[in-house]
């Protein structure tokens, strides 16, 4: 089975400073990463994802992410907070080395509130 | 504009009514899901369907029916709705054509059941 953990429910950070949302997986076969973004009241959007090559994977509004096998993470980090970054972050895993219908599900953390103070 | 749809974006109902909620994607997306979110449990998988058809249980399915009859929607069906069924509900889409990658949600719906 797979599973994903974000340790901290929330994360405070300064406008200006780097933030770090941290997320570790479980699978038993090779991963694809996904990292979501959730606004109030709206959906969530796809921020970047890992599927293979390089580690250090980048995405929108300046995200990027590091997948690290021997730790079994992939942690989303900005070099500079904004404001409007304030939002609910979820990490997601689908374990690829099932066939079939199974090997689309994705299964997310419990999500990690990111406020980031003026 | 590629999108998922989904109606309505609120609900309140009570217990034992039956409910529908709608889901549209324009994308000739093969894969559809529903998910519930609540707090602390993050989001949990209802029910998928990899295309016309075919459908199958995703964690919580209980309570829950579906059915995709054409590839843009996928509706959610509460046959008999109860209140542990309150939640905030996504539908998801995506291309198992161009390898399934990335999942492109609706804006939610969140339901109240009294």
């Known amino acids: 089975a797979q599973s994903v953990a974000q340790p901290e429910d929330q994360v405070n950070v300064a406008e200006g400073n780097p933030l770090t949302v941290k997320c570790t997986y479980s699978v038993s076969g090779n991963p694809y990463l996904f990292w979501y973004v959730q606004y109030p009241n709206r959906g969530l959007q796809f921020l970047l994802k890992y599927i293979t090559g390089d580690n250090l994977v980048k995405g929108s509004y300046g995200f990027e992410a590091e997948f690290n096998k021997s730790q079994t993470s992939f942690h989303l980090k900005k070099p500079s907070a904004l404001v409007s970054d304030s939002a609910l972050y979820f990490c997601a895993v689908r374990d690829i080395s099932y066939s079939g219908a199974g090997s689309y599900q994705l299964t997310f953390g419990k999500g990690t509130k990111l406020s980031v103070i003026p | 504009e590629a999108q998922v749809t989904q109606n309505p974006r609120y609900l309140i109902t009570v217990t034992g009514k039956k409910l529908t909620v709608t889901c549209s994607q324009n994308?000739?997306?093969?894969?559809m899901s529903w998910y519930r979110q609540d707090p602390g449990l993050g989001l949990r998988q209802i029910y998928y369907?990899?295309?016309?058809?075919?459908?199958d249980k995703g964690d919580v399915p209980e309570g829950y029916k579906v059915s995709r009859k054409e590839k843009r929607n996928f509706p959610l069906i509460l046959e008999s709705p109860s209140p542990n069924q309150t939640s905030l509900y996504f539908c998801?889409?995506?291309?198992?054509?161009?390898?399934?990658?990335?999942?492109?949600f609706g804006p939610g719906t969140r339901l109240l059941v009294l």
């Open positions: 998801a889409s995506s291309s198992i054509l161009a390898g399934g990658e990335t999942q492109y």
């Open positions: 369907s990899m295309n016309v058809e075919v459908t």
């Open positions: 994308m000739n997306h093969e894969y």
